[in-house]
Nanobody, 124 residues
Framework: VQLQASGGGLVQPGASLRLSCAAS????????VAWFRQAPGKEREFVAA????????FYTDSVKGRFTISRDYAENTVYLQMDSLKPEDTAVYSC??????????????????WGQGTLVTVSS
């Protein structure tokens, strides 16, 4: 499975962006698809995840209520809708695919396919 992440950009605080993670060479069926981010000088951080089958979602506390992860079967794509963006959301966002159990979705070692990152910059 190859992943293509897109949708990053430069926005002002309070704005919205939607990131996309599209799969090629396979489908997301049976997998968990997650978004991670890494800010300059910081460790990679879990953001959100979704179970392709069933649709269960998981979020890190700092984005709950602001970010929404969703899936589109027809497009074989996972989206991350990011609203009320803050400067601290600035990072390179990457999508990943794996089969972690629910209690392990936030651990990047559980994922074995990764897309390239897309840069999100939130600045006035």
């Amino acid at each position: 499975v190859q992943l293509q992440a897109s949708g990053g950009g430069l926005v002002q605080p309070g704005a919205s962006l939607r990131l996309s993670c599209a799969a090629s060479g396979g489908s997301f069926g049976g997998y968990v698809v997650a978004w991670f981010r890494q800010a300059p000088g910081k460790e990679r951080e879990f953001v959100a995840a979704i179970k392709w089958s069933g649709g269960s979602t998981f979020y890190t506390d700092s984005v709950k209520g602001r970010f929404t992860i969703s899936r589109d079967y027809a497009e074989n794509t996972v989206y991350l809708q990011m609203d009320s963006l803050k400067p601290e959301d600035t990072a390179v966002y990457s999508c990943a695919v794996g089969r972690p159990i629910s209690s392990a979705v936030r651990f990047h070692a559980m994922y074995y396919y990764w897309g390239q990152g897309t840069l999100v910059t939130v600045s006035s």
